[in-house]
């Protein structure tokens, strides 16, 4: 049985998708400038940055996946 989604609830995972990239952004410099302090086996900042990197990667494919099964508004 298809699925489907309000205009509302896709434009609120838009949105949100956009705030994602924009954390990201965020997260890489972060990333930059703690690899410039040495040694990354033992940078906790840059293992957090990555950390963060990658949940919010996550995040982004989970709602991509949940909108692309979706076949229209209601």
Not at 5 to 24: P, Y
Not at 55 to 62: V, W
Request: with cysteine.
């Amino acid at each position: 049985m298809p699925r489907y989604i309000t205009k509302v609830a896709h434009k609120k995972w838009i949105t949100r998708i956009d705030a994602i990239n924009k954390e990201r952004r965020e997260v890489i410099k972060e990333i930059s400038e703690a690899a410039e302090k040495g040694d990354l086996t033992e940078n906790a900042e840059y293992q957090y940055a990555c950390e963060q990197r990658d949940r919010l990667s996550q995040e982004e494919n989970m709602i991509r996946s949940r909108i692309s099964e979706l076949r229209g508004f209601i």
